[in-house]
């Protein structure tokens, strides 16, 4: 089935520090998410990207659909305490008709 | 916005015992509802798509018979793990379609076999 690569696995960063995590696929997908995942917690959708090229901002969240569909990066600028937990990227719409596919997530930790 | 709702939050059960999961959309109606499973520091792991009506569609290497699947409302889906054994300690999550790829999760529950 489809896989993706989602990197790094995990971030140690200063707080006001800038952050940068991607996912990339073997195959295209026409839909690419971005969830956020606290302890605990089910995950919460940041960003939804539904056009290649597209480049799409949620407060100090950008996120890019990759122009070969294959790919997708999220951007987190100035980050903050709170931006602490487990970030997914998703694909929905490849050949997995229906369902979302999952990276292995990136565990941001952020230091005071 | 959509809120997904899941019940029990945590549960500690002994080996041997069924535990029954609930899911619940409190301010829409989901024909489908999807069932994850996740370990720790772990992605999330499709373990079936629940339809309203149908049978629930299973991913490969899931024992429908060991997690049984109801979605008995367009608001209600249950997962039943039966005969429960410790290697099914995990962290469940349901969540339903939010429209365009986009999906609305459940808070999670802790399941924990002794």
């Known amino acids: 089935g489809q896989q993706l690569n989602q990197s790094p696995q995990s971030m140690f960063i200063q707080e006001g520090e800038d952050v940068s995590m991607n996912c990339t696929s073997s195959?295209?997908?026409?839909?690419w998410l971005w969830y956020k995942q606290d302890p605990g917690e089910g995950p919460v959708l940041l960003i939804a990207?539904?056009?290649?090229?597209e480049l799409t901002s949620n407060g100090r969240l950008t996120a890019q659909f990759g122009i070969t569909r294959k790919d997708s990066f999220l951007n987190i600028s100035a980050s903050i305490p709170s931006d602490v937990g487990i970030y997914f990227c998703?694909?929905?719409?490849?050949?997995?008709?229906?369902?979302?596919?999952f990276g292995d997530g990136t565990t941001l930790t952020v230091k005071p | 916005g959509a809120v997904v709702s899941q019940h029990p939050s945590r549960v500690i059960c002994k080996s041997g015992t069924s535990v029954k999961i609930e899911c619940r959309s409190l301010?829409?109606?989901?024909?489908?509802m999807f069932w994850y499973r996740q370990f720790p520091k772990q992605s999330l792991m499709l373990m079936a798509t629940?339809?309203?009506?149908?049978?629930?569609?299973?991913e490969q290497g899931v024992e429908k018979d060991k997690f049984l699947i109801n979605h008995a409302s367009l608001t209600l889906s249950t997962l039943t793990v039966t005969s429960a054994h410790p290697e099914d300690s995990s962290f469940y999550i349901c969540?339903?379609?939010?429209?365009?790829?986009?999906?609305?999760f459940g808070p999670g529950t802790r399941l924990l076999v002794l």
């Open positions: 629940s339809n309203e009506g149908s049978k629930a569609t299973y």
């Open positions: 969540s339903a379609p939010g429209g365009a790829g986009t999906q609305y």
């Open positions: 195959s295209i997908f026409n839909t």
């Open positions: 998703a694909g929905f719409g490849g050949t997995n008709a229906g369902k979302s596919t």
């Open positions: 301010d829409f109606q989901a024909t489908t």
């Open positions: 990207l539904y056009k290649a090229g």
